[in-house]
């Protein structure tokens, strides 16, 4: 596997991998949701690359861009051993010149569930991920279902600003009790991982009670008291897959979305309901 921490040689290397080039962006901590992207690239694309990029602009000024896990030679191990091609991982500065000051704004999407809570986070999302669109022109973007909104930010982004690229959007991957993989899991002591996978479960609760006739509103009722008490809900809905508008009734494609506290940590999880 080639490195590369700045874009010429990251270019000069990608100039001689077959097409089609699959790529994964990603924050490094990777776990094996990561790990399933780069599968899923490797098996449908000639060539895989993946960035390591924490990056600061989507994180917002309270939150845990310093402390975010960081574990380079690892990342590095794992993803040689997985057959990538290339791995980005740019310095700052090579994304954020000092005079930094153009950004992509995702309008009112951004603004819904995880904008509303974290409001610079999708406009630091999507002008990271344009700029590696634009650095490294792969055929296929490969995301994580498990930040949803975030793969209709992007597939929008894609499709308004005119990317050839193709978004494949890959299923979440699961601990054995249901909990989502996530790098932020790392941050649960034992009793809030023992909770936390009642945000699944509330979800699971939600969608069979929705399918079951009951409205919106008595379904969310249903799944709060499958939550942890120990869970601090912020939202549980039905949405749009791709506008994220709340829907009252299901129709699909369309998430369950949901976002709870465990002490300190803030969890996100959701189910696709795509037909
Ligand atoms: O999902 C992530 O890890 C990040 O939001 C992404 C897509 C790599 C952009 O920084």
């Not at 924050?27 to 780069?38: D, K, Q, T």
């Not at 309270?62 to 040689?80: S, V």
């Not at 991957?173 to 993989?181: K, Q």
């Not at 919106?216 to 897959?241: G, K």
Request: aromatic content about 8%; charged content about 25%.
């Amino acid at each position: 596997m080639n490195v590369a921490h700045e874009l010429a040689p990251a270019r000069a290397q990608l100039e001689k991998l077959a097409r089609p080039l699959g790529f994964v962006p990603t924050m490094g901590a990777l776990h094996a949701g990561h790990m399933r992207l780069v599968e899923a690239a490797r098996a449908q694309c000639k060539s895989v690359a993946v960035s390591l990029f924490v990056n600061p602009m989507q994180f917002g000024p309270q939150e845990d861009f310093e402390r975010y896990p960081r574990d380079f030679e690892a990342d590095n191990e794992k993803l040689a051993a997985a057959g990538v091609d290339l791995l980005f991982a740019p310095e700052t500065a090579t994304i954020y010149p000092p005079d930094f000051s153009t950004f992509v704004d995702v309008g009112k999407l951004g603004t819904r569930f995880e904008g509303a809570a974290r409001p610079t986070h999708f406009r630091g999302v999507a002008t990271v991920v344009a700029k590696l669109l634009h650095m490294l022109e792969p055929d296929v973007l490969y995301l994580g279902q498990k930040d949803a909104q975030q793969t209709a930010v992007l597939t929008r982004l894609v499709r308004d600003l005119n990317f050839t690229t193709r978004v494949e959007i890959v299923e979440t991957v699961r601990e054995p009790d249901g909990l989502a993989l996530s790098s932020r899991n790392a941050y649960l002591t034992g009793p809030e991982r023992a909770a936390a996978p009642t945000l699944y479960a509330a979800l699971q609760t939600m969608l069979k009670e929705i399918q079951a006739g009951k409205s919106v509103e008595e379904a969310r009722e249903a799944a709060v008291r499958v939550l942890s008490p120990q869970a601090r809900l912020e939202y549980l809905n039905l949405v749009d897959a791709s506008s994220f508008s709340r829907l009252q009734t299901l129709r699909p494609p369309a998430f369950l979305v949901g976002a709870a506290r465990f002490g300190r940590t803030r969890l996100l999880d959701n189910l696709w309901i795509r037909t």
